[in-house]
């Protein structure tokens, strides 16, 4: 054989492994998007799981807001009815207040009558009592000068 057909022979054998080198190359890529296929699955799935999960927890809060949402409901009309009770309960008290305060203005105004009454009784009771005095006075007064003439007619009397 002579070197030239070893040659082309060589060359050819080449040509071949380069096809089949070649042939590795694509299969290595084809092999490379499988598997980023693969991979791009399962961060699909990944995705949509925690999607659901992401909506199961929405839903989740939902249903809490919409309890909270009832629950501030509640409290507040239970907030209004407590109020209400206490305006009632406060003007019943006023009321009450109201009512003790005019017996008590009335009793003070009885018991100032009463009073006043008694001072009045008592004012002409002095007044009597005064002129009582005053006539005493008098009486005494002739009574003083009665005894005087008595004491004189005695003492005259005496000297006789």
């Known amino acids: 054989m002579s070197s030239l057909k070893v040659a082309d022979d060589l060359k050819a054998f080449v040509k071949k492994f380069q096809v089949l080198s070649d042939?590795?190359?694509?299969?290595?890529?084809?092999g490379s998007l499988e598997q980023a296929e693969r991979d791009a699955s399962i961060r699909k799935d990944k995705a949509y799981a925690d999607a659901a999960n992401a909506q199961a927890v929405l839903e989740a809060k939902g249903l809490e807001v919409s309890k909270a949402d009832t629950l501030i409901s509640m409290k507040e009309e239970e907030a209004g009815k407590v109020y209400k009770a206490g305006q009632a309960k406060a003007a019943e008290v006023v009321e009450a207040a109201k009512v003790q305060?005019?017996?008590?203005?009335?009793a003070g105004?009885?018991?100032?009558?009463?009073?006043?009454?008694?001072?009045?009784?008592?004012?002409?009771?002095?007044?009597?009592?005064?002129?009582?005095?005053?006539?005493?006075?008098v009486e005494l007064q002739n009574y003083?000068?009665?005894?005087?003439?008595?004491?004189?007619?005695?003492?005259?009397?005496?000297?006789?």
């Open 101 to 106: 305060a005019s017996q008590i203005v009335q």
């Open 23 to 30: 042939l590795a190359d694509v299969l290595e890529k084809v």
């Open 109 to 137: 105004l009885a018991q100032k009558k009463v009073l006043e009454e008694q001072v009045s009784n008592e004012k002409m009771r002095l007044s009597d009592v005064r002129s009582q005095v005053a006539e005493a006075g």
């Open 144 to 160: 003083q000068a009665q005894l005087e003439d008595i004491k004189a007619k005695l003492s005259s009397f005496m000297k006789v």
